[in-house]
């Protein structure tokens, strides 16, 4: 028989688990808190609890956890990029990033991604498989007990498309918000997608308070469509529609991620009919310079650039901020380590 995924589980499914198997109902709740609470490792952490019964645990249960295979530290602002190896030899990253506020974890929710965005190194090597919530929920929790830190802010913006994992993803935003858990608010989680239609009604329908990020990267479907095939499914009107709702719904704004890449997306009529489109929104635009990933061609804009794209903007009355680049000694961005990883091994 095959063990049952215990990080997995919510506070009540443990509980009608363990109870089940004749164990007073107040076990669940230690247990719970070894794992979720103290980021517990394994049942021999767990020292309220007895010798007999940490073997029975571990007969019933196993504990995911990933183990540090590379753990790059960037000299220039202390961000911390980890390739963690999973136990059936797959590799996921995950980038901690120290801010005034507190420390923002970025995960990785599936292994490679379906999407094929022309721009993006997570790409590369195509899609092997989703993360379980067990999975995603140990990549802050090692990254935690590794920096003996607690992480206050997460961002669904590693490799992967969270909307293309969805239940799994639900319940990792359940799990890691539990207050019997990690208790991170979810004022303080942001995911990003890159357009999955129908899943941002049905999160929207859920009404969950975090913070909704889109990845734009165009004004217009011709744009759009030559580097995110995506786009040939839902077009940005399609698309725009649904961030629509979606801030009618839960009064929340959204955040457009827009990659400038040079020669692309990045005139002056690009951020015109950008902001033509984007006019009367709850949003904000957040320009990213592209960043360069071994396998394209893609340069950054400029300066100037950025200056002039994001001046014509605010100029319309849309907010926009330039993203700060972490990490960039370290090849910080999503995806890159991964891709090098499964490069090598060939
Ligand atoms: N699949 C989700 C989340 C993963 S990517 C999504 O598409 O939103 C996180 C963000 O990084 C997205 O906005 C993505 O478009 C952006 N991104 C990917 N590759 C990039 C690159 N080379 N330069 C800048 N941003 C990039």
Redesign the pocket.
């Known amino acids: 028989m095959s063990k049952t995924d215990i990080r997995s589980l919510s506070l009540s499914e443990l509980t009608e688990k363990t109870v089940s198997m004749g164990l007073p109902k107040y076990r669940a709740g230690q247990i719970y808190s070894w794992l979720n609470e103290k980021g517990a490792v394994s049942f021999d952490d767990m020292t309220n609890i007895g010798k007999q019964l940490r073997k029975t645990l571990d007969d019933e249960f196993y504990i995911c956890n990933c183990k540090i295979d590379t753990k790059l530290v960037s000299q220039k602002d202390d961000t911390v990029k980890y390739l963690f190896d999973l136990s059936d030899g797959e590799y996921v990253e995950s980038v901690v990033m120290k801010y005034k506020y507190g420390y923002t974890i970025?995960i990785?929710?599936q292994l490679g991604?379906k999407?094929g965005?022309s721009?993006?190194?997570?790409a590369i090597g195509g899609f092997k498989r989703h993360l379980r919530p067990s999975e995603m929920l140990s990549e802050v929790i090692t990254a935690q007990n590794d920096l003996g830190i607690r992480i206050s802010h997460i961002?669904?913006?590693?490799?992967?498309?969270?909307?293309?994992n969805y239940d799994n993803v639900m319940k990792f935003l359940s799990l890691v918000t539990d207050e019997n858990g990690l208790n991170i608010s979810m004022r303080h989680i942001s995911?990003?997608?890159?357009?999955i239609v129908p899943r941002i009604y049905d999160l929207a329908e859920k009404r969950l308070g975090l913070t909704l990020?889109?990845?734009?990267?165009a004004p217009n479907d011709s744009i759009r469509s030559r580097s995110?095939p995506?786009n040939l499914k839902w077009n940005i009107e399609e698309l725009l529609k649904a961030c629509r709702c979606y801030t009618e719904v839960t009064s929340r704004r959204i955040s457009f991620?827009?990659?400038m890449?040079s020669g692309l997306n990045d005139s002056d009529e690009c951020a015109r009919e950008l902001s033509s489109r984007l006019r009367g929104m709850l949003c904000h635009v957040?320009l990213?310079?592209?960043?360069?990933?071994r396998e394209?061609n893609?340069v950054?804009s400029d300066r100037e650039r950025l200056r002039s794209f994001s001046e014509i903007l605010q100029k319309n009355g849309i907010n926009v901020t330039v993203r700060r680049t972490l990490g960039s000694d370290i090849n910080a961005?999503?995806?890159q380590l991964r891709a090098k990883k499964i490069t090598d091994k060939k």
């Open positions: 970025c990785s929710t991604c999407m965005c721009f993006c190194a997570s961002v669904l913006m590693g490799t992967g498309e969270p909307l293309d995911l990003s997608t890159c357009g990020s889109v990845s734009l990267h995110m995506v991620e827009y990659a890449i957040n990213i310079p592209v960043n360069n990933v394209n893609y950054r961005s999503c995806g």
